[in-house]
T-cell receptor, first 112, second 116 residues
């Protein structure tokens, strides 16, 4: 069952422009959301998170937006850099457990 | 910066054999996890471990799997009798109380398990 969905398997963006990665979820019990970045042959690297009590969290070039009514979150990267090229995973958890539920990932390519 | 480490990076085994995957979580973390990613699929939760016992497990984590914290630093995943479908990348993760999030989990580089 796909409780966390990333419907775009890939995204290509020019260097310096904004990258927007989207994520939808179905479980209304999810209250914490995370974005991870993954390079080939490495483990997921934590990027940024947001609690359901907020609608925005910012950390440098990365901003996550949460729309609870739409069960949708997005990660904005501004400005995009070639080193941002990786697979980005959206993950969610609920306060009833510790498991992270991952989406399938979006492969971001930032071209010079 | 502290990180989660895993050994070995690649393990090849014959079907039916037992394997033990090892992890050293971040030293001041209290919660430990195992996930797996079958090639081409999403990362899937297997088990979480806190205070020397399993706190949560998924349907994947059946009787063939077990976890242990044999000493103050290592966290292991044992698969008793491996099957072909156990071939996957296995990730260990840990989390603590830092950075304001209660379960920001930090992942190791993974162990690629190949069952022949």
């Amino acid at each position: 069952d796909q409780q966390v969905k990333q419907n775009s398997p890939s995204l290509s963006v020019q260097e310096g422009r904004i990258s927007i990665l989207n994520c939808d979820y179905t479980n209304s019990m999810f209250d914490y959301f995370l974005w991870y970045k993954k390079y080939p042959a490495e483990g997921p690297t934590f990027l940024i998170s947001i609690s359901s009590i907020k609608d925005k969290n910012e950390d440098g070039r990365f901003t996550v937006f949460l729309n609870k009514s739409a069960k949708h979150l997005s990660l904005h990267i501004v400005p995009s850099q070639p080193g941002d090229s990786a697979v980005y995973f959206c993950a969610a958890s609920s306060n009833s457990g510790y498991a992270l539920n991952f989406g399938k990932g979006t492969s971001l390519l930032v071209t010079p | 910066e502290p990180e989660v480490t895993q050994t070995p990076s690649h393990q090849v085994t014959q079907m039916g054999q037992e394997v033990i995957l090892r992890c050293v979580p971040i030293s001041n973390h209290l919660y430990f996890y195992w996930y797996r990613q079958i090639l081409g699929q999403k990362v899937e939760f297997l088990v979480s471990f806190y205070n020397n016992e399993i706190s949560e497990k998924s349907e994947i984590f059946d009787d063939q799997f077990s976890v242990e914290r044999p000493d103050g630093s290592n966290f292991t995943l044992k698969i008793r009798s491996t099957k072909l479908e156990d071939s996957a990348m296995y990730f260990c993760a840990s989390s603590g109380l830092g950075r304001g999030g209660y379960n920001e989990q930090f992942f190791g580089p993974g162990t690629r398990l190949t069952v022949l």
